[in-house]
């Protein structure tokens, strides 16, 4: 079964302190990817017209800076709510248990699935 977010996405993300970019994939609205320091994996839920859902993301380059500076540990979970319009996705959230460490994300997509 394929979802009309299916797709690779260029992914940049930016919090207070700094900014940064990715490549992730979504499939039935699960997601993994990632940057040169972290791993990105997470699901999402329709919520209306809206999306929401959780990322987890995990350090796999030791000492590699986070855009949240070192507020956060290796890993931590990102709480997120978007409005999918045509190819972009355009994402609020923050830190989970840390409200104030607050992201905007924007997924552009560069390529849709293959079909199986």
Known sequence: MSHKTDGTY??????????????????????TGGDSGYIFTGSFREVG???AGTVKVEQHVAGY??????SVGQV???????????DVVLF?????GQDHLEIQIQLSRAKPLAAE
């Open 10 to 31: 260029t992914v940049q993300f930016k919090s207070a302190q700094d900014w940064g970019a990715g490549v992730i994939t979504l499939k039935d609205l699960q997601l």
């Open 49 to 51: 017209s809206r999306l």
């Open 65 to 70: 800076p986070s855009i949240f500076g070192h």
């Open 76 to 86: 931590f979970d990102l709480d997120l709510d978007g409005q999918f319009d045509g």
């Open 92 to 96: 609020n959230g923050h830190v989970r």
